[in-house]
């Protein structure tokens, strides 16, 4: 756990209520929030090699994403800022993506556009100086006024890489937040071109209900620069929702929606389906090496868990790279056992049978 000084002080005030930002890493610290549809990836198993003519060491785990060098196709999903706690988690899980070469986005900077003296708590720049750093804004915002100039202050704020755009319906709906989604596509087109001129790919992402192929197939006419597909089977963000609402109504319509959504492996093949080649990130209930490795073989290029993350960084820093070790050991295993050198085989040889759960 993280030392009592790091708790939010009680003088917490902004606009965009940080007591939120704290609810959230509460219960989402606590499996209470997490789906009971599985995210997929039981219905497949690896076709076993029992000779594969490889150096488990050798194994080549890295990979390239929007033009930047990884160490391995593992990323730290969007999630925290604005507060103390999130500082402090969002530095530790920084230090950590750049000791292992993995990448990083960082939660809704809403609250660190809208109150400058909370920017700092997303800082993780000075802990991370070469890996691939997001931003992140709601899309939504779009449709409420915001153009390219919060998107471009997003980036500049934390010295990003990217900007991820979040598309969240259900869990604004279920909790009352902002609804007006009609006219955001023209909007999201125009941030995606104005950041390009940039050289700042702009990547649409789902915050854990999945993607449609039709979804995908308008982000990628809008000209996005990649998906994350963010799928159901993880943290579900209507339960969060649920945990967190402050009137019986609110709880009710997040307990509602627990179960909406599409399963991540599901959201991997319609994003697939849309486009053979937009860059693609898989997260929602991913849970191990061999979740990683199997979004990969589906057809993602990276794999990324939020969840894990928070908890392994909440318990410390050695906790956190214990964790980061297992999983890359786990996906190396993996690659190994199914006869893949390297993350670029793993992606196009048939790795994959029906799982046993599926026959
Ligand atoms: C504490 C927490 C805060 C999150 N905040 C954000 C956010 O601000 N913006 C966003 O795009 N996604 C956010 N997410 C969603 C995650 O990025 C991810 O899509 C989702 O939790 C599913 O992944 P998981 O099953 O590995 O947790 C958050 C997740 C967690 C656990």
Same mark, same amino acid.
């Given at each position: 756990?993280l ?5 939010d002080?009680?003088?917490?005030t902004?606009k965009?209520?940080?007591? @939120? ?5 509460a ?7 997490e789906y009971a549809?599985?995210a997929?990836?039981e219905?497949y !198993?690896?076709?076993h090699?029992a000779?594969?003519?490889l150096?488990?060491d050798?194994v ?6 929007l033009g930047?060098? $990884?160490?391995a196709p593992l990323?730290?999903?969007? $999630?925290? *800022?604005?507060? +103390?706690?999130a500082?402090i988690?969002?530095?530790?899980? *920084? ?7 993995l990448? $990083?986005?960082?939660?809704?900077q809403?609250v ?5 003296e909370?920017?700092?708590t997303f800082q ?9 750093l ?5 899309a939504v915002?779009l449709?409420?006024?915001?153009t390219h100039k919060?998107?471009r202050a997003?980036?500049?704020m934390?010295g990003?890489?990217? =900007? ?9 709906a279920a909790?009352?937040g902002?609804? %007006?989604w009609?006219g =955001?596509?023209?909007?999201i087109?125009?941030v995606?071109? +104005?950041l390009?001129a !940039?050289g700042?790919p702009v990547v649409?992402r789902?915050?854990g209900f999945?993607?449609?192929?039709e ?7 809008l000209?996005?620069?990649g998906? !994350? /597909? @963010?799928g159901?089977?993880? #943290? ?5 929702e649920?945990?967190c609402?402050k ?5 009710k319509?997040g307990a509602a929606?627990?179960e909406?959504?599409i399963p991540?492996v599901d959201?991997?093949l319609n994003?697939?389906?849309?486009? %053979?080649?937009?860059? =693609?990130?898989?997260?929602?209930? =991913?849970?191990?090496g061999q979740?990683?490795?199997m979004?990969l073989?589906?057809?993602?290029d990276? *794999?990324?868990m939020?969840r894990?993350?928070l908890v392994a960084?909440d318990?410390?820093? #050695?906790?956190l790279? +214990? ?5 890359l050991?786990e ?5 190994f056992g199914?006869? /893949?050198?390297d993350v ?9 049978r029906?799982g #046993?759960a599926?026959?």
């Amino acid at each position: 756990m993280l030392p009592e000084t790091t708790t939010d002080p009680a003088t917490d005030t902004t606009k965009r209520d940080p007591a @939120s930002k704290s609810a959230h890493i509460a219960h989402c610290l606590t499996p209470a929030v997490e789906y009971a549809k599985r995210a997929g990836f039981e219905r497949y !198993d690896f076709v076993h090699q029992a000779l594969p003519e490889l150096d488990l060491d050798k194994v080549d785990l890295g990979t390239r994403f929007l033009g930047k060098a $990884m160490r391995a196709p593992l990323m730290v999903a969007s $999630m925290t *800022g604005g507060t +103390e706690r999130a500082r402090i988690l969002n530095q530790r899980l *920084g230090a950590a993506v750049e000791k292992h070469g993995l990448a $990083m986005g960082v939660g809704s900077q809403r609250v660190g556009l809208e109150d400058p003296e909370r920017a700092h708590t997303f800082q993780v720049r000075d802990r991370m100086p070469t890996a691939l750093l997001f931003a992140n804004i709601g899309a939504v915002q779009l449709a409420k006024g915001w153009t390219h100039k919060e998107a471009r202050a997003a980036v500049k704020m934390i010295g990003a890489d990217a =900007l991820f755009l979040h598309l969240n319906p259900i869990q604004e709906a279920a909790q009352g937040g902002d609804v %007006a989604w009609a006219g =955001l596509r023209d909007r999201i087109r125009a941030v995606v071109q +104005e950041l390009a001129a !940039d050289g700042i790919p702009v990547v649409a992402r789902e915050v854990g209900f999945g993607m449609a192929t039709e979804t995908a197939r308008q982000l990628v006419e809008l000209g996005v620069a990649g998906i !994350d /597909c @963010s799928g159901a089977g993880g #943290t579900s963000w209507a339960k969060v929702e649920q945990l967190c609402a402050k009137t019986p109504r609110r709880a009710k319509m997040g307990a509602a929606f627990g179960e909406w959504g599409i399963p991540t492996v599901d959201s991997i093949l319609n994003v697939r389906a849309a486009s %053979a080649t937009i860059p =693609l990130i898989a997260t929602g209930g =991913l849970r191990s090496g061999q979740h990683v490795a199997m979004a990969l073989a589906l057809g993602a290029d990276l *794999g990324a868990m939020a969840r894990p993350f928070l908890v392994a960084a909440d318990k410390g820093e #050695t906790a956190l790279d +214990e964790f980061i070790q297992d999983t890359l050991l786990e996906l190396r295993i993996a690659m190994f056992g199914s006869g /893949c050198a390297d993350v670029a085989a793993l992606k196009t040889r048939p790795v994959l049978r029906p799982g #046993t759960a599926a026959r």
